[in-house]
């Protein structure tokens, strides 16, 4: 059991790669809040892991600071001793849009989720790690915080500046034991993108630029977060992990 006894918040817990995070986060043993603004998908994600240990879940929007406040007391209340050891930054959204067909609004809500929403929940919980002994704040990111992909400005330009953002978490934290590091998948396919029904040539075109042939699992990000979110990670912080078979190695 590698986060046995571990206490820990994600975001975007109802959804297709976060409630993969809950799943084996709690196989491992952990503590778990499952947070998310859709209460339909935390219901239905409670159903499925319910009676594998302890888990919670509650409705934030990560774009409201009075809300991201609620989800933080809410864990000092439930978790035992009032401690938050892992706090995984994974609701986001990612509309399609070229970037001359963006409107501010649109730009303003995807920075309002995926980098504010971050940048909050990681700073409230920072506050609490400090007294408490330190933790582990993992965001994610994505390659598209690396490398750009037409149609996704607002995205790209918002999970690149979670990179940064994490490593300067790294920088000042690291001297109360915090450890931040970012996760930058590749494609991860998951239920959803299935049932939209994505043309099969556009499925090949992506297939052929990942050395290993494949789409990602959601278990297998999954099973980086866990990594990340444990002990064995100890001595990782500041930096940015891909897990993408490999695709952007050649572009
Ligand atoms: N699937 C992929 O290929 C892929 C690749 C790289 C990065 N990612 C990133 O992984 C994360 C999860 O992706 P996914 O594929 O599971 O998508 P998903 O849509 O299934 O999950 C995202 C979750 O975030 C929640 N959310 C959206 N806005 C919110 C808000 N304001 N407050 C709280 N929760 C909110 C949604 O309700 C949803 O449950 C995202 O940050 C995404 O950018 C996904």
Redesign the pocket.
């Known amino acids: 059991m590698e986060l046995k006894s571990k206490n820990a918040i994600i ?8 409630s993969e995070i809950a799943r084996r986060f709690l196989e491992e043993g952990a503590c778990v809040i499952i ?4 209460q339909k ?1 935390l219901d239905s994600v409670y159903d499925k892991l319910r009676g594998m240990g302890d888990i919670f879940t509650k409705v ?4 409201s600071e009075s809300s991201v406040n609620d989800l933080v007391d809410f864990a000092e209340k439930q978790f035992s001793g009032g401690r938050i050891d892992v706090l995984a930054n ?5 509309p399609f849009k070229k970037f001359i067909d963006t409107d501010t609004e649109t730009f303003q809500r995807v920075m309002d ?2 980098l504010k ?1 971050t940048f909050m929940a990681s700073r409230m919980v920072s506050n609490k790690m400090m007294s408490t002994g330190g933790g582990s704040i993992i965001n ?5 915080g690396i490398l750009a992909e037409e149609g996704l400005v607002s ?1 790209n330009a918002s ?1 690149a500046a979670i990179i940064l953002l994490s490593k300067t978490m790294a920088l000042e934290l690291g001297k109360y034991n915090i450890r931040v590091n970012s996760v ?7 239920e ?2 299935d049932k939209a029904g994505l043309p099969k040539e556009m499925i090949d075109n992506y297939i052929k630029k990942i050395p290993l042939g494949r789409a ?1 699992k ?1 278990t297998e990000v999954a099973d980086l977060f866990v990594f990340l979110a444990s002990d064995r990670s100890s001595f990782i912080t500041g930096t940015e992990i891909v897990i993408d078979g490999g695709q952007i190695c050649q572009e």
Do not use: E
Not at 35 to 38: G, I, Q, S
Not at 60 to 63: A, L, M, N
Not at 90 to 94: D, E, L, Q, R
Not at 140 to 144: C, F, I, K, Q
């Open positions: 975001t975007g817990g109802g959804g297709a790669i976060g947070a998310d603004n859709n998908a934030v929007d990560v774009s994974v609701a986001g959204i990612g989720i995926n929403g994610m990111s994505s390659t598209n995205y999970k930058c998948p590749g494609w991860i396919r998951t959803l993108q990602g959601t």
